[in-house]
């Protein structure tokens, strides 16, 4: 089970932190964990993923430099960073998890998904 938080109103250049709760399913760090997020009107997408097994991290283009994905194995939570945010980093966002080798942030490799929680960036 995959329970996000943190999201709310924010205000442009400024910053949010979301969480990702995990539960159930095997060892925390068997998984890679993925965000994504759904603007409206527009396509899921995905923000940033870390592979658990290896540390590797990837970012979307959009977001690279402001948005930072991490993890604490104790907590079993993975978390995202958000600075510098801007209007259009509104979105519903979601966390997702995988078995899957590499990931990377193609939302097809992800199986379980959280229910999202949304982020409005005011101007």
């Known amino acids: 089970q995959l329970v996000e938080s943190g999201g709310g109103l924010g205000q442009a250049g400024g910053s949010l932190r979301l969480s990702c709760a995990t539960s159930?399913?095997?060892?925390?760090?068997?998984?890679?964990y993925g965000w994504f997020r759904q603007a409206p009107w527009k396509e899921r997408e995905g923000v940033a993923s870390?592979?658990?097994?290896?540390?590797?991290?990837h970012y979307a283009d959009s977001v690279k430099g402001r948005f930072t994905i991490s993890s604490e194995n104790a907590k079993k939570t993975v978390y995202l960073q958000m600075n510098s945010l801007k209007t259009e980093d509104t979105a519903v966002y979601f966390c997702?998890?995988?078995?899957?080798?590499?990931?990377?942030?193609?939302?097809?490799?992800?199986?379980?998904w959280g229910k999202g929680t949304q982020v409005t960036v005011s101007s």
């Open positions: 997702a998890a995988t078995w899957n080798v590499m990931p990377g942030i193609n939302e097809s490799r992800y199986a379980y």
């Open positions: 159930g399913g095997t060892s925390f760090d068997d998984y890679a």
């Open positions: 870390i592979n658990l097994r290896d540390g590797s991290t």
